[in-house]
């Protein structure tokens, strides 16, 4: 199976991912979150799919996070507003995202991905 991974290239930690992926020959389809931002539709699927809080999909270390003042204003916000607005600007979304069939991981930490991606072996 191929996964697809949305990074921003300039991202360390998203060089961390791929570079991770590699290692493990894990096949994927690379994104780039800025210049084919994900649509609103498209996180909404990944959200429920992720089971994760919708927070986990924002990028709240990001510049324009706090340039537009989305700490106060993002609990206000209805999901769809939520959604809505992250797809402005893949900015906005937390990356690397790295999505399969049935599962989404949202930032990379290697023992997460170890996991997800081979549940039977121990990191």
Not at 45 to 51: L, T
Not at 70 to 88: C, I, V, Y
């Amino acid at each position: 199976m191929t996964f697809l991974f949305l990074e921003y290239p300039k991202c360390s930690t998203c060089q961390k991912a791929k570079a991770w992926l590699e290692e493990h020959h894990i096949d994927f389809a690379s994104r780039h979150i800025v210049e084919n931002n994900p649509a609103a539709h498209e996180l909404k699927e990944w959200y429920k799919r992720s089971g994760l809080p919708l927070k986990r999909f924002v990028n709240t270390s990001g510049l324009l996070y706090k340039s537009m003042n989305l700490k106060d204003k993002l609990p206000n916000m209805s999901e769809e507003e939520q959604l809505s607005l992250l797809a402005t600007n893949g900015m906005l979304v937390k990356r690397p995202l790295l999505i399969g069939k049935d599962f989404v991981l949202t930032g990379f930490k290697a023992e997460e991905w170890q996991n997800k991606l081979f549940p039977t072996t121990k990191v």
